[in-house]
């Protein structure tokens, strides 16, 4: 057999790939941005949460002012999240199922929250609902609602920066599935609620996880549109990213990252969720829909 | 069920449009929807199915006007062309759906249930694999399953969108003959779209022919295939080659030299000739015959046929020689046609 056409000979490995240097090379160079940018942040979150001592670590979340801010992440998040599930769900069905005007300017639209600085999202809830100047302000206040610097003003800008993740996640795979799945079931005596059930939520199920979680993590670790809608209120209207921060410009620094290493770890568990999540719905993916 | 399709149009921006199409689909016959792709086919499909609704005209149901009513009530049977099955159920989850979604009143009992897709199962001949998922199957077996959910709602009318279209050669034949028993068994009405004549004309009772959006010809194998009623239906069906002729009241001519051949068609001042390469053969050249040099000889499956480009123009006449002897590239030859068909322009 000549030497050329050997397979899996050595002679043809020069044609497929780089040199052994400049593989290392490379290799070495994307670990050590990783190590860098990445992995050494981490480690020096949670030393530094560590630095007094567990004991102390676990004290910080006694603390009043800690457990209201961690309370109202968590019921920030469990509103915003559900919301954006909702309309995600609602937006890529839309989007992948149906032909109507303005279709691609809805698309665009979905993005927004992501090409926008998160302190004018803020800003412009601040402008809409503010108490003295914003346009409906003056009405809400004569009837007894606060919006900014208030519960309400937080989930706003928190739903808007998180709008989103459930959408982006599902359209395309919405796309790709296409309707004969729903066709089918309507054929066989199904109604529209029973086919979402039974066919459609099931079809994108990892995918509408996925996008939950991402969506989640950005609910909870939202900085900058909530730092602005918020008033930082110790006990009352700041969330954990906010609370990491007052904490922060005290100069307690134990506390920041101790506060800092929850969220942290929230974002690791999503971390590992999502691979969890991609080794088994990258599969079904892979797997060619007509076999 | 008998189903008639009355008047029917459709419009869309795009291909699959259908113009004013009628058709009479008789009880308990396997009738095929053939046309090339855009033809409106599986629109028509649909359209009986109540996935689409026609822009004008009627379907009914036997008696009952079905035009206006959901898809969901029609009580068809329809199997997509890439099964649809669905994938997070198991076979026989997906073989129950149908009954599963009845309301209350209706819902046969578990056991019901049970048993009736068992029986189904069996029917498709793939008694043992209930508890699999559509994943583990083969694509034939994926075919039969999504066949068993059809048939478990005991439709009015079996409808099929390119059932084979999606299968090697070899799993395709079987299944065909596997399908044409099936439907002798079961006797439910059938409509199948293809775009394979083949498939068309060895499994349907009728075969209804459609192009951009119009009914061509509805006939059985025999009729489409032997007396055409268009030029198109001529060379959709089965293999053709044709040369523009004038008529001049006795014979025919090409590129205004008579020649003998034996037509039907009418066709007061000429049009196309249309023959298959089996009614054309190759003899020596001689006045009053058509004549053409060879362009290629080559193998088809069961013999071979030459190519022949005709007079000065690029007219190419298509013959089946044999496969021991026959002309040779380059060489003069002359035609006799046996029978062809004239239609207009």
């Not at chain 1, 066709?183 to 459609?200: D, I, M, N, Q, Y």
């Not at chain 1, 990213?241 to 290493?261: G, R």
């Not at chain 2, 379907?59 to 035009?67: L, N």
Request: hydrophobic share 50%.
């Amino acid at each position: 057999m000549p030497e050329h056409i050997r397979p899996g000979g050595q002679a043809s490995a020069p044609v497929t790939t780089e040199s052994a240097a400049a593989r290392t090379a490379l290799i070495a160079l994307a670990l050590a941005f990783l190590a860098l940018f990445l992995i050494l942040p981490v480690i020096v979150v949670f030393s530094e949460a560590l630095r007094k001592g567990v004991a102390f670590y676990l004290a910080t979340f006694t603390d009043p002012d800690a457990q209201a801010a961690i309370r109202l992440t968590l019921i920030v998040a469990a509103i915003a999240v559900p919301l954006n599930m909702i309309f995600g769900i609602a937006a890529s069905w839309a989007i992948a199922k149906f032909e109507f005007p303005g279709k691609s300017l809805l698309i665009t639209l979905i993005d927004l929250p992501f090409s926008i600085s998160p302190v004018v999202s803020g800003l412009i809830y601040v402008l809409l609902f503010g108490g003295a100047q914003g346009y409906f302000g003056p009405w809400l206040k004569a009837h007894g609602v606060e919006v900014i610097f208030a519960l309400p003003g937080i989930v706003l800008a928190t739903i808007f920066v998180t709008f989103p993740f459930v959408a982006r996640e599902l359209i395309p795979l919405m796309q790709e599935q296409g309707n004969t799945d729903e066709e089918a079931a309507l054929t066989l005596g199904a109604g529209g609620l029973r086919v979402f059930l039974t066919v459609t939520l099931p079809n994108i199920r990892w995918g509408l996880l996925y996008g939950v979680l991402l969506c989640n993590a950005r609910a909870m670790g939202e900085f900058g549109a909530v730092s602005v809608v918020s008033g930082h209120i110790r006990g009352l209207t700041n969330t954990m990213p906010l609370q990491v921060e007052i904490l922060y410009n005290e100069y307690n620094f134990a506390a920041a990252f101790a506060m800092a290493s929850l969220l942290t770890l929230l974002a690791l568990v999503t971390l590992l969720a999502k691979t969890l999540l991609e080794m088994h719905y990258g599969e079904a993916l892979a797997r060619p829909p007509r076999m | 069920m008998q189903i008639r399709v009355i008047d029917i149009a459709k419009d869309f921006g795009r291909t699959g449009a259908l113009r004013g199409v009628s058709l009479d689909i008789r009880d308990g016959e396997l009738i095929a929807l053939l046309g090339p792709s855009g033809s409106g086919k599986t629109t028509l499909l649909r359209v009986i199915a109540g996935l689409e609704a026609p822009s004008a005209g009627k379907v009914y149901f036997g008696d009952e006007d079905a035009t206006g009513v959901p898809v969901q009530k029609r009580r068809i049977g329809f199997v997509f062309q890439n099964y649809a099955l669905f994938k997070h159920m198991s076979v026989a989850d997906n073989i129950a759906y149908g009954l599963d979604v009845l309301p209350r009143s209706e819902q046969p009992s578990k056991a019901d249930i049970r048993k009736r897709v068992q029986g189904l199962l069996d029917l498709v001949q793939l008694s043992d694999i209930g508890g699999r998922y559509p994943r583990e199957l083969s694509g034939g077996q994926q075919q039969r399953v999504a066949l068993a959910r059809a048939l478990a709602v005991e439709p009015r009318v079996l409808l099929l969108d390119e059932p084979f279209g999606a299968l090697d050669a070899k799993v395709r034949k079987d299944l065909r003959r596997w399908l044409r028993e099936l439907h002798e068994r079961t006797g439910h009405t059938t409509v199948f779209v293809t775009h394979d004549q083949e498939e068309a004309l060895e499994l349907a009772d009728r075969v209804a022919i459609l192009n951009a959006g119009q009914l061509e010809q509805v006939g059985t194998a025999d009729e489409v295939y032997d007396s055409p009623a268009s030029a198109f239906v001529m060379s959709f069906v089965g293999d053709t080659s044709s040369i523009p002729v004038e008529f001049d009241g006795t014979r025919l001519t090409h590129e205004g030299k008579p020649f003998a051949a034996a037509f039907a068609g009418s066709c007061p001042s000429g049009g196309r000739l249309y023959v298959r390469p089996k009614d054309i053969e190759i003899c020596e050249v001689a006045p009053g015959r058509l004549e053409g040099r060879v362009v290629n000889v080559h193998r088809t499956a069961a013999g071979r046929r030459a190519r022949i480009a005709i007079g000065t123009g690029p007219v190419v006449l298509e013959a089946e020689v044999g496969v021991d002897k026959g002309p040779s590239v380059g060489e003069l030859v002359g035609l006799e046609v046996r029978i062809g068909r004239v239609f207009a322009d």
